[in-house]
């Protein structure tokens, strides 16, 4: 096996932060996603985001479940901690690490099929309960590594790869995140890198559950059913001898717009997206308004991206348990397990008459 590792040598007048570091610090792997897959311009304003951060790589805490998606926090921050989950469950293995230490920074990472699909339960839980995380959503409509399907948060009447309309209605985890309580909720398009590596620091910087859904257009898997030189035609087609997969590179897709603009944006087989930039006298600290003006924008056929709620008073999960402020994996068995009078004396403050 093969590990892609990028060079050490950098020129000697490399920008570093507060910190010392460069942005090669905060970087990993080499990536093996399609080549112009917006999922690696996300991992690069993550990289981006921690630099300007001056965070120290040790302290972050990266999660992720199954799918393209959860593949990427192997292309940044390599010098943090890592953990790879099941399919869907991200979300309560990171509730675990974070009440057993409070002192590192969360960053779970997943996609629309992972949270929105098989791992909606855990998503919705990891809301509501307040947990301290900054989560990010790779949202790009399909199920990438099982060649294209649709998943839950593709739009009704949209086609996959093979012509076949959707008829479910979408699920959209900025609403739901709404509903459930998460007290940072935003979106934001892969491409428009200037709007996201704000909102990808302040995510970071709140305290309680910060939600980004990251639009990531899948360049693969968008081939118009129609086509002769579709790889589905040249399969049905062609008497061949065996099936290869040939993903051919294409260019990222970039959108900058200005605050209250709206921004065509023609994805790789032609279908397009209209982006809707929140204006700068948005006020983000109203949930109910925010829930409305996402359906009155979606009703036009928009997304609308940017800081759609913040709570800036909010509290986590430790302050809802109480917890000490030691983390929990500092303390000693004495701590932990105080004895048979203490555990009676919790018993009986919760006896009531």
């Known amino acids: 096996m093969t590990y892609l ?27 093996t996603l399609c080549a112009g897959c917006g999922h690696d311009s996300i991992s690069a304003a993550v990289v981006q985001a921690c630099f300007d ?43 675990g690490a974070a009440l057993a230490n409070r002192d590192l920074l969360y960053l779970g990472v997943s996609g629309d099929g992972d949270s929105a699909s098989i791992g909606i339960g855990q998503f919705a839980h990891a ?37 076949v309309v959707n008829h479910d209605a979408p699920i959209d985890l900025v609403t739901l995140a709404l509903q459930l309580g998460a007290s940072y909720v935003a979106r934001g398009f892969s491409g428009d890198k200037e709007q996201l590596v704000p909102l990808i620091k302040g995510a970071m910087r709140h305290l309680g559950p910060a939600l980004i859904d990251v639009i990531s257009p ?94 800036a008073g909010a509290e986590d999960l ?7 402020k030691t983390p929990l994996n500092r303390l000693d068995v004495a701590e932990l397990c105080p004895g048979a009078k203490a555990l009676e004396a919790f018993n009986q403050s919760l006896r009531h008459g």
């Open 53 to 95: 951060l001056d965070i120290e790589p040790h302290r972050v805490a990266k999660l992720s479940g199954i799918g393209c998606s959860s593949k990427t926090p192997d292309y940044f921050l390599g010098n943090s901690h890592g953990f790879n989950t099941t399919h869907g469950r991200m979300p309560s293995v990171l509730t």
């Open 127 to 163: 809301m509501r309960r307040g947990v301290n995380m900054t989560y990010l959503v790779e949202n790009n409509g399909v199920y990438g590594l099982t060649k294209g399907q649709v998943s839950a948060t593709a739009d009704k009447g949209s086609k996959n790869k093979r012509g």
């Open 218 to 311: 899948c360049m693969t898997f968008n081939n118009h059913p129609g086509s002769t030189k579709s790889y589905d035609y040249v399969r049905e087609h062609n008497e061949a001898i065996n099936r290869l997969d040939v993903i051919l590179p294409r260019d990222k897709i970039t959108a900058a717009y200005a605050p209250g603009e709206l921004r065509r944006v023609v994805q790789h087989d032609g279908s397009v997206l209209y982006l809707r930039k929140l204006r700068a006298d948005y006020d983000p600290s109203d949930r109910v308004g925010a829930m409305n003006y996402l359906q009155e924008r979606h009703a036009l056929g928009e997304i609308v991206t940017g800081l759609i709620f913040v709570d």
């Open 318 to 324: 430790h302050h809802y348990l109480n917890t000490v």
């Open 5 to 31: 590792a990028k060079p050490k040598l950098l020129r000697p007048d490399t920008p570093k932060n507060a910190l010392g570091y460069t942005k090669r610090d905060y970087e990993g792997a080499i990536s």
